[in-house]
């Protein structure tokens, strides 16, 4: 018995839909979930529609740099939602270890910790109901009873992030005589979480989620920004930094009109770039561009997200989630009035064509012209652009009590 529990608890620290073996049960899972398959037209990735716990969602990328910077995720089973965009500075790899870290602490903080309180108190609750018996319905229930005492909360996802930054800054000790660089890597970070009836947003740096709005009964959609953004362009931010280091006369410098901290990067907050944050990593050998020519007496940039809780209501129609690369060539009314006004199926590859067909209108291009240029040359004309669309089912999310397939996707373009 002890054992059989002990494999179950293996299995739920495993990122939901990796490592399955193909069987017939799990077809059949996909199937009921009705994740449609992905699909690719040169540098662009998408998934049209897929189904996930309250409603459906839509999933795109298309890649400028010649590594793609971005990463994303959906993940959704007995604990609710969780989205990731991780939008990648200086290469990919920090973008990468948030991809592939961040949800898993996640699940360690908000499902494992009550799975065995659970079992100390010597209780295990387990519903197979009337489905086919598999290890990973067992995972699920097993969460469902760990999670009925509402344990995802701010403090739980700002934790998450945490010890993503500190498995990160380890990683670059560890390398630091071999890749010094990956000090200057580093990746903004937006994480939504939908649990029961709130929605948590979480956001390190430029990303962006808007709220697609119902005006009454109008049909009239209106789009409300959920998340806080740290860019030194914004004069909130500016003076922010300002505040927290009043000796620094050059915290913030104007650049060829852009405005960058210490004159070098726009975000101030974000999951990496250690040479910003530890001085130990501001020296030689990393690249002269980066280090600073005065002693860094403390930390310059800053994990610490800024996260929100948002009740939902029934008239939240749908939730945007994209990295920055959107936003510079959409307005939040455009993006929302796209979505508002067009089929659920291909939301966010439409989203995406709209923001190439404005960078190509802005360089006096055709947009089929632009299409033509190869990745690297084409971060001339745009940059990476992740795009996340979720409908939102109220009827299903006030069930509270999720009893569907596990979800899991991320953005496939190659690496």
Same mark, same amino acid.
């Given at each position: 018995?002890?054992?059989?529990?002990?494999?179950?608890?293996?299995?739920?620290?495993?990122?939901?839909?990796?490592?399955?073996?193909?069987?017939?049960?799990?077809?059949?899972?996909?199937?009921?979930?009705?994740?449609?398959?992905?699909?690719?037209?040169?540098?662009?990735?998408?998934?049209?529609?897929?189904?996930?716990?309250?409603?459906?969602?839509?999933?795109?990328?298309?890649?400028?740099?010649?590594?793609?910077?971005?990463?994303?995720?959906?993940?959704?089973?007995?604990?609710?939602?969780?989205?990731?965009?991780?939008?990648?500075?200086?290469?990919?790899?920090?973008?990468?270890?948030?991809?592939?870290?961040?949800?898993?602490?996640?699940?360690?903080?908000?499902?494992?910790?009550?799975?065995?309180?659970?079992?100390?108190?010597?209780?295990?609750?387990?519903?197979?109901?009337?489905?086919?018996?598999?290890?990973?319905?067992?995972?699920?229930?097993?969460?469902?009873?760990?999670?009925?005492?509402?344990?995802?909360?701010?403090?739980?996802?700002?934790?998450?992030?945490?010890?993503?930054?500190?498995?990160?800054?380890?990683?670059?000790?560890?390398?630091?005589?071999?890749?010094?660089?990956?000090?200057?890597?580093?990746?903004?970070?937006?994480?939504?979480?939908?649990?029961?009836?709130?929605?948590?947003?979480?956001?390190?740096?430029?990303?962006?989620?808007?709220?697609?709005?119902?005006?009454?009964?109008?049909?009239?959609?209106?789009?409300?920004?959920?998340?806080?953004?740290?860019?030194?362009?914004?004069?909130?931010?500016?003076?922010?930094?300002?505040?927290? $280091? &009043? @000796? +620094?006369?050059?915290? /913030?410098?104007?650049?060829? =009109?852009? #405005?960058?901290?210490?004159?070098?990067?726009? %975000?101030?907050?974000?999951?990496?770039?250690?040479?910003?944050?530890?001085?130990?990593?501001?020296?030689?050998?990393?690249?002269?561009?980066?280090?600073?020519?005065?002693?860094?007496?403390?930390?310059?940039?800053?994990?610490?997200?800024?996260?929100?809780?948002?009740?939902? $209501? &029934? @008239? +939240?129609?749908?939730? /945007?989630?994209?990295?920055? =690369?959107? #936003?510079?060539?959409?307005?939040?009314?455009? %993006?929302?009035?796209?979505?508002?006004?067009?089929?659920?199926?291909?939301?966010?590859?439409?989203?995406?064509?709209?923001?190439?067909?404005?960078?190509?209108?802005?360089?006096?291009?055709?947009?089929?012209?632009?299409?033509?240029?190869?990745?690297?040359?084409?971060?001339?004309?745009?940059? +990476?652009?992740?795009?996340?669309?979720?409908?939102?089912?109220?009827?299903?999310?006030?069930?509270?009590?999720?009893?569907?397939?596990?979800?899991?996707?991320?953005?496939?373009?190659?690496?």
């Amino acid at each position: 018995m002890l054992q059989a529990l002990m494999n179950l608890l293996s299995l739920c620290l495993k990122p939901f839909g990796h490592g399955r073996s193909s069987s017939s049960s799990d077809s059949k899972l996909e199937s009921f979930v009705g994740v449609s398959k992905e699909g690719k037209d040169g540098l662009l990735w998408y998934r049209d529609v897929g189904r996930y716990w309250p409603g459906e969602f839509s999933m795109a990328v298309v890649q400028a740099n010649q590594v793609i910077e971005d990463q994303s995720q959906i993940e959704s089973g007995p604990f609710g939602t969780f989205v990731g965009v991780y939008d990648g500075h200086g290469g990919p790899e920090a973008a990468r270890f948030v991809c592939d870290h961040l949800f898993r602490h996640f699940q360690e903080y908000n499902i494992v910790k009550k799975i065995y309180w659970d079992l100390k108190d010597g209780i295990l609750h387990v519903n197979v109901m009337d489905w086919e018996v598999s290890t990973y319905w067992l995972c699920g229930y097993a969460a469902i009873s760990a999670e009925t005492h509402g344990v995802v909360t701010s403090e739980t996802i700002q934790r998450a992030i945490c010890a993503t930054e500190e498995g990160f800054t380890n990683l670059v000790s560890e390398l630091w005589s071999t890749r010094p660089q990956m000090a200057t890597v580093g990746s903004c970070c937006l994480v939504g979480v939908i649990y029961q009836q709130t929605l948590f947003v979480a956001n390190l740096g430029d990303s962006r989620v808007v709220l697609g709005k119902k005006v009454g009964n109008t049909g009239g959609i209106a789009a409300i920004q959920l998340s806080t953004e740290h860019n030194a362009n914004l004069e909130a931010i500016r003076h922010e930094l300002k505040n927290e $280091h &009043p @000796n +620094d006369p050059q915290i /913030v410098v104007l650049k060829h =009109g852009v #405005w960058r901290v210490k004159g070098i990067i726009q %975000v101030s907050r974000s999951i990496g770039d250690v040479y910003m944050k530890h001085a130990r990593f501001n020296r030689e050998p990393i690249n002269a561009k980066f280090r600073l020519p005065e002693p860094m007496d403390k930390s310059i940039l800053s994990a610490n997200p800024t996260i929100i809780s948002h009740p939902l $209501h &029934p @008239n +939240d129609s749908f939730l /945007v989630f994209a990295s920055d =690369g959107l #936003w510079e060539h959409l307005s939040n009314e455009k %993006v929302v009035d796209i979505v508002h006004s067009n089929p659920c199926a291909g939301s966010a590859k439409r989203l995406v064509k709209a923001a190439l067909q404005e960078a190509a209108r802005k360089r006096e291009m055709r947009y089929s012209d632009l299409q033509k240029i190869d990745k690297k040359v084409r971060r001339h004309f745009h940059d +990476d652009i992740t795009v996340i669309v979720l409908f939102l089912n109220h009827d299903l999310i006030s069930k509270s009590a999720v009893q569907t397939p596990p979800v899991s996707v991320r953005s496939a373009l190659e690496r």
